[in-house]
């Protein structure tokens, strides 16, 4: 499975809706696993992003579904970021000549 970073940020809505974060968090981890994808983990976050989540998932389409479908519900929106693990980089790197 490829590894991503999903960068999130609160709408008006989300941040109207604040104190059910955690549980959103939590329908959006059931969510994922019924898609094929596993949460690896998820932080909240100060600064630019209100959260971050790292993703495993099957496929590009796969985690791009599914942050339509988290961002259609519109408490968040996000950026996807495609996060390669060192041997990962190392398979890249060796490509190069």
Partial sequence: MATYVGLIQFTDQGIRNIKDTVKCGDAALAEAEKMGMKVVEEFWTM??????VIFDAPDNETISAFMLKIGSLGNVKSHTLRAFRRNEMEKILAKIK
């Fill in 47 to 52: 600064g630019a992003y209100d959260a971050e």
